[in-house]
Structures are given as C-alpha cells and as structure tokens.
Nanobody
Framework: QVQLVESGGGLVQAGGSLSLSCAAS????????MGWFRQAPGKEREFVAS????????RYANNVKGRFTISRDNAKNTLYLQMMSLKPEATALYYC???????????????????WGQGTQVTVSS
C-alpha cells in the first residue's frame, strides 16, 4: 500500500501562485503513476495533471495547461504541483493519487488510481 499526504494549500489572491506537495510512504514511489485531482463544492472530482513513473510523460487538463506544472522526485518520494496565475475557479480540495501502471503511462481517469490522499484546500480570492 501507499500512504499519501498532501500539503501546501492555502488562501491566495487571483493571479497568485501556490505550490502543493504530496509525500508518499509505503511501497516504492517510482512504481506508481501519480496524479492531481480537485473537487470544488457541489462539483465532481476533476483531473488536473498526471506524471508517469520516471517523469518521461505528463498530461494536463486543458484549463490548467501552461499555468500548472506537475513534477516528482522519486528519491524524496514526493509529488509536486506548481500553480501559477491562479483563478477563483481553481478553488477546490486538491488530492494526489497513485496508480500502479506501466512505466511511461499517464492516467487521467480517477477510477484508474489505487490510492488517494486526504486532500489540501486551495482557495483563490477574487
């Protein structure tokens, strides 16, 4: 199993930046494709970004492409999400997720992830 703990959320003004981290423990971090999802009140959980096991591939939702950057450090068992030019509609609970998939794979569907963190709140004020 993998345990995931997100951190770095908070309150930021529109146009600002925020960096999220997801610390993993348990099984080998590099065995998992990683992703970020978010869920706003009253809305379904949506895909934000995914990164393959050895960072060879990344995938972003269209509404964050060019402003968000996903990365990982397998030596530190940590996943990151750098968010820039934040908009109020980015306000949500952000989750990291881990999925046991072949190397080079990125995953956009939540159902294909095996483990989830508890989430960290990001609030963007207008």
């Amino acid at each position: 199993q993998v345990q995931l703990v997100e951190s770095g959320g908070g309150l930021v003004q529109a146009g600002g930046s925020l960096s999220l981290s997801c610390a993993a423990s348990g099984r080998t971090f590099s065995a998992y494709v990683m992703g970020w999802f978010r869920q706003a009140p009253g809305k379904e959980r949506e895909f934000v970004a995914s990164i393959s096991r050895y960072s060879s591939s990344t995938r972003y939702a269209n509404n964050v492409k060019g402003r968000f950057t996903i990365s990982r450090d397998n030596a530190k068992n940590t996943l990151y999400l750098q968010m820039m030019s934040l908009k109020p509609e980015a306000t949500a609970l952000y989750y990291c997720a881990a999925g046991y998939r072949p190397a080079g794979t990125v995953v956009t569907q939540a159902i294909k992830y095996d483990y989830w963190g508890q989430g960290t709140q990001v609030t963007v004020s207008s």
